[in-house]
């Protein structure tokens, strides 16, 4: 604000506030007029119809002559034309409501396909998005299937001996591993949208099945409850996993950040491994507990129960698949010798037990595998009140992890190939395969990544490589299960050790550190809390500290001083660019996320401390006074009412200091909520610019005209001296 003084003659004095933004928005001149006759303050009444004609022109020629300051001053740092923040156009409360949750829950807009669609169209859309085999199988090829059968043919291979492992590392007889190979994939290839995804159990979630069931029922003196209890949270899990997927709610998995998963899974991993050396030692009784502490506790108080033959074969076979896995990583095309290494290694130690019979000495064989596909389990379901709480709380926990392991492996090969998968049909499929596994004697699936990339590598072109994995494993369990009777379990230990090195990621780790410590701080209390305390604490400590993280970034956003980058229109943070350039006067800040009551406390006292010390610094370098205070909300997307009191507060203390608020581009909903609470009111919509440059061009001119306007006075009262 400044006076514009007209001096009549006899020295009687006309005195006019002038508003400058909104001054020099008047174009034409009954606005003038209007503007006049609202703001002239006559000292003497009698006066006002005899100046009023002349004092009008004296307007005009400020008018110009302050537009071509202005002007002058926005060719430095904006546009010669000033632009007002618009206001939203009003939306009805049902609109913007359905508005909200279509942004919420289907950012991908999945129904879009089904505009502008005939009636039976939509119906065919409907089952090809809930089937998609309906989609692509119509265009399948014979070149297709030649792939996929060699790509079937070849994860069958690891499938078998990974699935009879991975079931004794849930502490479950080792033919559910084959069941669980079996109807699983059947459903996936249906349900589906991966191509590459191979289907069928998991290390980390058959660790973390075992040991979280293991907490309450002993698996070797309850066995049949046991199994019970697997099928029951198996079927917990995809009803959990299903359910997300249709209601949409797959952010839920994006709390399990990068840094969480490449923890978690290490420590998972160095667990697994860790409990393999029961079966390499050779030993009956072993520790229950995963954490390392009790692990070689049990081990190193049972030396003289070790057994010299199952280290020796253990170590032995781990070698060679080690060398395998060795060979295919050198040479991609020579994948198939890691594939083929883990069925290999059961061939040779089988025939090698069966014609030296060393299981007489101490190695442990798997024993006799019931003949026959999977038998129904629907009616061994328990859902009995005792045993419900953990059913639910071991599936919930078990379903999130394969679902964020099996949709992190099948984006990360649609990338590879270029195509794109749905988050929350994988979900759909996930969990009606665990449904209709835990129905048919299986326990938890997913998509584990050693599996998928053997797929991958092996030239799969569909879903259809998992029927041919079925169709294998389904011969295997109707003819050649009596095979395995003589397989030793060390071989199976060292096919799970050479599995779970791989995805012991240090790789990442030393990547997190590189460029982020936060995320590699989160990633080490993961791997710590699953090695040294337990799976669930790991996961709890990693979770817990992913939304410590969300919950910093939302109650201590970023506030940025800026500047003037020099010979440009540009401003930018000045700890960003160190030929940043603040504009004298003027303190420039930017808000860096929605304000909300969780922030709007620390944004107040945040924003007055940029104040106190921009007057500091001003003060001791002796320049021009802190006369206006520029908020740019470009970055501001959202506002609660909390955050209006917050801005309203500010406002009253800017006041009171003798400086001017000003706001930079606040978005629609801000603009919305602003104008509703009164509060553009009390700022003055003119003092909202559209642009960083607009606001500086106008506190310029400000600053330029109140100074010209003081030595205007200064000569005045010389003049009158004299």
């Known amino acids: 604000m400044c006076d514009c003084v007209y001096f009549w003659p006899h020295y009687r004095t006309l005195t006019c506030t002038i508003n400058p933004p909104s001054f020099l928005a008047l174009t034409t001149k009954s606005q003038l007029q209007k503007y006049l006759h609202g703001q002239i303050d006559l000292l003497e009444i009698y006066a006002y119809q005899e100046i009023k004609s002349s004092f009008f022109k004296t307007l005009l020629i400020i008018k110009k002559t302050l537009?071509?300051?202005?002007?002058?001053?926005?060719?430095?740092?904006?546009?010669?034309?000033?632009?007002?923040?618009?206001?939203?156009?009003?939306?009805?409360?049902?609109?913007?409501l359905r508005n909200t949750l279509k942004e919420t829950l289907f950012p991908d807009d999945p129904l879009r396909q089904f505009k502008n669609q005939p009636a039976r169209r939509k119906v065919v859309?409907?089952?090809?998005?809930?089937?998609?085999?309906?989609?692509?199988?119509?265009?399948?090829?014979?070149?297709?299937?030649?792939?996929?059968?060699?790509?079937?043919?070849?994860?069958?291979?690891?499938?078998?001996?990974?699935?009879?492992?991975?079931?004794?590392?849930?502490?479950?007889?080792?033919?559910?591993?084959?069941?669980?190979?079996?109807?699983?994939?059947?459903?996936?290839?249906?349900?589906?949208?991966?191509?590459?995804?191979?289907?069928?159990?998991?290390?980390?979630?058959?660790?973390?099945?075992g040991s979280m069931l293991g907490t309450v029922v002993n698996a070797s003196e309850e066995p049949k409850l046991y199994l019970h209890l697997a099928f029951t949270a198996t079927f917990v899990a995809g009803l959990f996993e299903a359910a997300i997927g249709i209601f949409r709610l797959g952010f839920i998995v994006d709390f399990l950040s990068h840094a969480t998963i490449v923890g978690f899974m290490?420590?998972?991993?160095?667990?697994?491994?860790?409990?393999?050396?029961?079966?390499?030692l050779g030993l009956h009784h072993f520790t229950h507990?995963?954490?390392?502490?009790?692990?070689?506790?049990?081990?190193?108080?049972?030396?003289?129960?070790?057994?010299?033959?199952?280290?020796?074969?253990?170590?032995?076979?781990?070698?060679?698949?080690?060398?395998?896995?060795?060979?295919?990583?050198?040479?991609?095309?020579?994948?198939?010798?890691?594939?083929?290494?883990?069925?290999?290694?059961?061939?040779?130690?089988?025939?090698?037990?069966?014609?030296?019979?060393?299981?007489?000495?101490g190695v442990q064989v798997i024993g006799e595998l019931k003949k026959g596909i999977n038998p129904s389990s629907v009616m061994d379901l328990n859902f009995d009140s005792k045993y419900l709480p953990l059913a639910i709380k071991t599936g919930i926990v078990t379903g999130i992890i394969a679902l964020a392991e099996g949709i992190a492996v099948g984006r990360s090969f649609a990338m590879f190939?270029?195509?794109?998968?749905?988050?929350?049909?994988?979900?759909?499929?996930?969990?009606?395969?665990?449904?209709?596994?835990?129905?048919?004697?299986?326990?938890?699936?997913?998509?584990?990544?050693?599996?998928?990339?053997?797929?991958?590598?092996?030239?799969c072109k569909t879903a259809v490589s998992?029927?041919?994995?079925?169709?294998?494993?389904?011969?295997?369990?109707?003819?050649?299960?009596?095979?395995?009777?003589?397989?030793?379990?060390?071989?199976?230990?060292?096919?799970?050790?050479?599995?779970?090195?791989?995805?012991?990621?240090?790789?990442?780790?030393?990547?997190?550190?590189?460029?982020?410590?936060f995320d590699f701080f989160v990633c080490i209390t993961a791997y710590v809390g699953v090695v040294f305390a337990s799976i669930e604490v790991g996961l709890v400590l990693a979770i817990g500290l992913s939304i410590m993280r969300i919950l910093l970034f939302v109650a201590r956003p970023k506030t940025l001083l800026l500047g003037n980058i020099p010979d440009s229109k540009v401003f930018r943070n000045?700890?960003?660019?160190?030929?940043?350039?603040?504009?004298?006067?003027?303190?420039?800040?930017?808000?860096?996320?929605?304000?909300?009551?969780?922030?709007?406390?620390?944004?107040?006292?945040?924003?007055?401390?940029?104040?106190?010390?921009?007057?500091?610094?001003?003060?001791?370098?002796?320049?021009?006074?802190?006369?206006?205070?520029?908020?740019?909300?470009?970055?501001?997307?959202?506002?609660?009412?909390?955050?209006?009191?917050?801005?309203?507060?500010?406002?009253?203390?800017?006041?009171?200091?003798?400086?001017?608020?000003m706001m930079v581009n606040p978005g629609a909903e801000v603009m919305k909520k602003l104008n509703k609470s009164k509060f553009l009111e009390i700022i003055g919509q003119e003092w909202i610019f559209l642009t960083v440059g607009e606001a500086v061009g106008a506190c310029n001119y400000m600053l330029h005209s109140c100074t010209q306007q003081m030595k205007s006075h200064e000569s005045d009262k010389q003049y009158n001296n004299v």
Request: hydrophobic share 45%.
């Open 67 to 96: 537009s071509r300051m202005g002007n002058a001053d926005d060719g430095k740092y904006g546009s010669s034309a000033s632009h007002r923040v618009a206001l939203p156009p009003p939306q009805p409360f049902v609109t913007s």
């Open 266 to 280: 290490s420590g998972a991993a160095t667990v697994v491994c860790l409990q393999q050396l029961k079966g390499l």
């Open 417 to 459: 190939k270029n195509y794109h998968i749905d988050g929350n049909k994988e979900m759909i499929a996930f969990g009606m395969m665990n449904i209709a596994g835990s129905c048919t004697s299986c326990y938890l699936t997913s998509g584990p990544f050693s599996r998928s990339a053997v797929n991958f590598n092996a030239g």
């Open 289 to 361: 507990a995963t954490d390392v502490l009790s692990v070689m506790r049990s081990v190193f108080t049972q030396t003289h129960k070790w057994r010299w033959e199952s280290a020796v074969l253990g170590f032995v076979f781990l070698f060679y698949l080690m060398l395998a896995r060795y060979f295919s990583k050198k040479k991609a095309k020579l994948f198939w010798i890691s594939a083929m290494a883990p069925l290999t290694s059961v061939i040779i130690a089988t025939i090698f037990v069966y014609f030296t019979h060393v299981e007489k000495h």
């Open 466 to 517: 998992n029927i041919v994995m079925a169709l294998a494993v389904m011969i295997t369990l109707l003819f050649l299960t009596p095979l395995f009777h003589y397989t030793p379990i060390v071989v199976l230990s060292s096919i799970i050790i050479a599995a779970m090195l791989g995805l012991i990621d240090y790789q990442a780790a030393i990547h997190l550190w590189h460029v982020d410590k």
């Open 574 to 661: 000045i700890d960003h660019y160190q030929n940043a350039t603040s504009v004298p006067g003027i303190i420039i800040l930017e808000i860096d996320s929605p304000i909300y009551f969780a922030n709007s406390n620390y944004l107040r006292e945040r924003i007055l401390r940029w104040i106190d010390e921009e007057e500091d610094r001003l003060k001791s370098v002796k320049e021009t006074s802190l006369q206006y205070v520029v908020l740019n909300m470009s970055a501001v997307g959202n506002i609660d009412t909390s955050g209006i009191s917050m801005l309203e507060e500010v406002k009253k203390i800017v006041d009171r200091r003798g400086l001017k608020l």
């Open 125 to 209: 859309l409907s089952l090809q998005y809930f089937l998609p085999i309906l989609e692509w199988g119509p265009r399948y090829t014979l070149d297709s299937f030649k792939s996929d059968l060699i790509a079937g043919i070849t994860i069958a291979s690891l499938a078998i001996p990974q699935g009879i492992s991975y079931a004794k590392l849930a502490n479950l007889p080792p033919i559910l591993g084959l069941y669980s190979s079996f109807v699983p994939p059947l459903v996936y290839a249906v349900m589906g949208s991966s191509r590459d995804l191979a289907v069928g159990t998991v290390a980390v979630g058959s660790l973390l099945m």
